[in-house]
């Protein structure tokens, strides 16, 4: 057997292509995960077994709702704006905002625990309540893991590793923020449904 020696990295534009379909499956498996949230609640609103849909106690807190999603909007625009500056080389610019964009971010998560003992309900108590509590459950995990994704990038910058400059580092920061604006997408569905229209 012989001995592999050597940097065998993949090559620049390779690299990029593969992160870009990557991202692009993910998000597609994410879309396809949270619709089966919407379908949930289309469905068992409108079947309303036993007038059960909706306990009366089953009313979350709009304005935590409000906040935890300007918290992932912002984060997300951050994240976004920043992706864009280091496009354009800024590089500096890009740091602040993505460091701004974890902080909001994780304070939306923050909040999101807070929320939950602060409910009066459980995923017992109705359609509406194991739908909500599912589908924010959810959102939860895969929101901590976009910016798990989002302080990767920024770490290897800081300590220049693992093509954490360049096209590399501008390609990396694209995906991830691609990632976290789609989902914030997926939050304001949830808003709307979940604490408007329910």
Request: proline content about 3%.
């Given at each position: 057997?012989?001995e592999v020696?050597?940097?065998?990295r993949?090559?620049?534009?390779?690299?990029?292509?593969?992160?870009?379909?990557?991202?692009?499956?993910?998000?597609?498996?994410?879309?396809?995960?949270?619709?089966?949230?919407?379908?949930?609640?289309?469905?068992?609103?409108?079947l309303?077994?036993?007038?059960m849909w909706?306990?009366?106690?089953?009313?979350?807190?709009?304005l935590?709702?409000?906040?935890?999603?300007a918290?992932?909007?912002?984060?997300?625009v951050?994240?976004?704006?920043?992706?864009?500056?280091?496009?354009?080389?800024?590089?500096?610019?890009?740091?602040?905002?993505?460091?701004?964009?974890l902080?909001?971010?994780?304070?939306?998560?923050?909040?999101?625990?807070?929320?939950?003992?602060?409910?009066?309900?459980?995923?017992?108590?109705?359609?509406?309540?194991?739908?909500?509590?599912?589908?924010?459950?959810?959102?939860?995990?895969?929101?901590?893991g976009?910016?798990?994704?989002?302080?990767?990038?920024?770490v290897?910058?800081?300590r220049?590793?693992?093509?954490?400059?360049?096209?590399a580092l501008?390609?990396?920061?694209?995906?991830?923020?691609?990632?976290?604006?789609?989902?914030?997408?997926?939050?304001?569905?949830?808003?709307l449904?979940?604490?408007?229209?329910?």
């Amino acid at each position: 057997m012989a001995e592999v020696t050597g940097d065998y990295r993949e090559p620049a534009a390779v690299r990029q292509r593969n992160l870009w379909a990557g991202v692009r499956l993910w998000t597609a498996a994410e879309a396809f995960f949270f619709v089966c949230f919407v379908f949930a609640f289309f469905y068992l609103r409108e079947l309303n077994n036993n007038h059960m849909w909706r306990d009366r106690h089953a009313n979350p807190p709009v304005l935590f709702g409000s906040v935890i999603l300007a918290g992932v909007l912002l984060a997300a625009v951050a994240g976004g704006l920043g992706a864009r500056a280091l496009g354009r080389g800024g590089e500096a610019s890009w740091r602040r905002a993505t460091t701004l964009a974890l902080l909001l971010g994780l304070a939306a998560v923050v909040l999101q625990c807070v929320e939950w003992p602060h409910l009066g309900f459980l995923p017992t108590d109705g359609a509406y309540a194991s739908v909500f509590l599912g589908w924010t459950g959810f959102y939860l995990l895969f929101w901590v893991g976009a910016l798990y994704w989002l302080e990767i990038v920024l770490v290897q910058a800081v300590r220049g590793r693992a093509g954490g400059r360049g096209a590399a580092l501008v390609a990396d920061a694209q995906a991830a923020a691609l990632h976290l604006e789609f989902l914030a997408v997926v939050g304001v569905v949830a808003y709307l449904l979940l604490y408007l229209v329910a």
